[in-house]
């Protein structure tokens, strides 16, 4: 395929954009000056205003291609620093390269735009236009400098590309248009019969044409005084930079106990996220994360971010998330935070190096054997007399539900003396173990007594399945909240007073009285560390509108990336959607005129470890007061799964194509 000139690829490409025909939110940005006349076919199909992105790459000094970072109209300027700083370029080369293109910025601006005013971008849908794609880096720079002018959407569209470039671009615009991608590509203009150079003239004559349309304003279907209204004027717009969570962190910091939550346990951009605000708040003195993981599997993280244990990388240290689901700890993502949390506390003395715990209780079996390991180092004898009692579990196998069924049902008798005389027994000779000579650690012992209380937590968890849902979903998070506590009065023993970081579902730090869960006797987290901490909790809930997540279709099934169906009517994921804001933050506690015009009551999406977009509405979604459920909220309308380290065929292939909702 080869295209006649720039306007007939500008035809071409116009076809690929027809969902965005006829919308007064649409502007169109050709990137001058080969882009310009494709854009002016795509804004002329699609009724749309034409004007110009003024943006010049910031080449390296003897690369010019190779780009460093890239200035734009309005002042913008964006600068990879760690390159700058890995290719030992100076501020000085920087400043001269830098000043010469904003010369030409300043020369394209007043030549092209003649006196007229740049289009206003903020809330708006900027579909960025170029001839084609090569190495894709000025699209690229153009990408991350618009995303200042807060659009609401960026969609860049090309009528040829390379396809590495069309995939590293993916990553970082709402949507990237391009029909066609040979292979090999060479050059843009080889695909081209006639690629003449475009002159300033006829980017100007251009221009000019497509401003005799008259220009529309943002769409106002939506009143000012509507909750979508509201949102669009009070919500703080997120553009990909680590520096805009800042403000969050700083306003986070006040608290003792920050919980950051996510809409499904396999978004990229919600474990993204936490990690970026996480980092921050450790670097403003949080000592500990805890997460929704098992105590020993976290443990072993613990040792290695803080310098202990014998595992030699991150990797290694995520060893022990194996059970379904792994893909929640064992993904790339907490992989690079295990990375950045070692790198940072290596820069701190011991007693100031953050540690990473887990609140779970699923790990019967395996805090049995840390419990063994720790007494068979410190007191073989009280080694031997552990390993009687919790021989108890031998005759269910290794799977604690087996337990639970038979011990539920009146089968056999239960393990719950013999764990709970474990627990008492090994609190008891606390003091004995803290005087033999120094030998013993304190990090130690408490893990061991984390352990041993977790066995006789989960012992009762497994037991009392059968009794219902709520039994169990309170127990297990009253066990979480109690894991919290105990953590946070050890650091304290160590060191000041703690602050912690806690990661996990919405559904477990959203406070439950502002939702279904509450009427029907279930408590969570959020809820139980609110009454005990009030304004020294901060609640920090995310959602998403539609993409893709790493979940399995059934239990102990194997991780696949699956499609997230649009969110239904009547939700604030929907509502969030329809504000038209690619990424933004609602600050709830901090603007009660935002909280108020929020529906007291609306549905609210969940996603665990299953997705099954089959039963949506029964499977996903409860309804709840986001007001009242969280102090602030993250939407991120356009998500993507988050990578497991182990990335089977099945995730790699993703699912198949669905004809929902027609269901044909």
């Known amino acids: 395929m080869r295209y006649q000139d720039r306007h007939d690829a500008g035809r071409v490409l116009a076809k690929q954009l027809s969902a965005f025909a006829n919308r007064s ?19 002329h199909a699609l009724a749309a205003p034409l004007d110009v992105f003024l943006v010049r790459k910031l080449g390296v000094p003897g690369q010019p291609e190779f780009a460093m970072g890239a200035v734009a109209e309005g002042g913008i300027e964006v600068l990879d620093a760690a390159l700058a700083e890995r290719l030992d370029i100076s501020t000085a080369a920087i400043r001269q390269v830098a000043a010469r293109e904003r010369l030409e910025l300043d020369r394209q601006d007043r030549l092209f735009r003649a006196g007229h005013p740049a289009p206003e971008i903020a809330g708006r849908v900027a579909i960025l236009v170029d001839d084609g794609l090569a190495t894709g880096a000025t699209m690229e720079a153009a990408v991350v400098a618009l995303r200042r002018r807060r659009p609401a959407r960026v969609i860049v569209a090309v009528p040829v590309g390379a396809t590495d470039s069309c995939r590293r671009l993916e990553k970082i615009a709402d949507d ?44 106002t279907v939506a009143a000012k005084d509507t909750p979508i209204g509201v949102i669009r004027q009070r919500a703080l717009p997120l553009i990909g930079d680590p520096s805009e969570y800042d403000h969050l962190a700083d306003a986070l910091s006040e608290a003792r106990v920050v919980l950051l939550g996510e809409a499904t346990h396999g978004t990229h951009e919600f474990y993204r996220a936490r990690a970026l605000i996480t980092g921050k708040l450790i670097e403003r003195g ?32 995520l060893s022990d998330f194996a059970r379904f689901p792994s893909w929640m700890w064992r993904n790339a993502d907490v992989l690079d ?33 840390a419990v063994l390991s720790y007494l068979q180092t410190i007191d073989p004898g009280a080694a031997a007399q552990a390993r009687r009692r919790y021989a108890c579990f031998d005759r269910f196998g290794q799977e604690p539900q087996d337990y639970g069924h038979a011990t539920g049902t009146g089968l056999t008798d239960s393990c719950e003396h013999e764990v709970l005389s474990q627990l008492r027994e090994l609190r008891q000779r606390a003091a004995d173990y803290a ?28 037991r009392t399945m059968l009794a219902g849902h709520v039994h169990s979903w309170n127990l297990r998070d009253r066990h979480m909240v109690q894991t919290l506590e105990a953590l946070m009065r050890h650091l304290d023993t160590k060191e000041g007073q703690s602050r912690v970081v806690v990661w996990a579902h919405n559904s477990h730090l959203g406070d439950a009285r502002a939702t279904e869960m509450h009427a029907r006797g279930e408590v969570n987290v959020g809820q139980l560390v609110r009454e005990r901490y009030g304004t020294d909790a901060m609640l920090v809930g995310f959602t998403t509108y539609d993409g893709t997540v790493t979940a399995a279709s059934e239990w102990d099934g194997p991780a696949q990336r699956q499609t997230v169906r649009p969110a239904l009517a009547g939700s604030y994921e929907r509502l969030h959607h329809d504000a038209s804001i690619a990424r933004f933050m609602l600050p709830l506690r901090a603007d009660p005129a935002l909280a108020a ?7 609210e999406r969940a996603i665990g470890v299953l997705y099954r977009p089959g039963t949506e509405r029964h499977s996903h979604y409860f309804h709840a007061s986001l007001a009242r459920q969280f102090d602030y909220v993250l939407h991120f309308d356009r998500t993507r799964a988050v990578e497991p380290l182990e990335r089977t065929a099945m995730w790699e292939r993703g699912d198949l194509a669905e004809t929902y909702p027609s269901g044909l």
């Open 176 to 219: 990237v248009v391009c029909p066609y991608t040979p292979e090999p590509f060479s050059a843009v203009g080889l695909w081209y019969d006639r690629f003449d150079q475009t002159s300033d003239d006829e980017v100007r004559a251009e221009l000019v044409a497509g401003r005799s349309a008259p220009a529309q304003a943002p769409s």
């Open 25 to 43: 939110d649409v502007v169109v940005l050709g990137l001058p000056r080969g882009g310009v006349p494709v854009a002016a076919e795509v804004a």
């Open 337 to 369: 935070f295990v990375g950045w949390l070692r790198a940072h506390n290596d820069t701190q003395p011991p007693a100031l190096r953050a540690g990473f715990y887990g609140l779970d209780l699923y790990s019967l079996h395996a805090s049995m054997r």
């Open 597 to 603: 015009a929020l529906p007291a009551t609306h549905l």
């Open 286 to 317: 949080f000592t500990a994360v805890a997460v929704e993981a098992d105590w020993p599997d976290a443990y072993r993280i613990n040792q290695y971010v803080r310098g202990r244990g014998t595992d030699h990388d991150a990797v290694e240290a």
């Open 435 to 462: 005087r033999r000579d120094g030998r013993v650690d304190p990090d130690a012992f408490f893990a061991a007594e984390q352990n041993a209380r977790l066995v006789t937590n989960a012992e009762a968890y497994y």
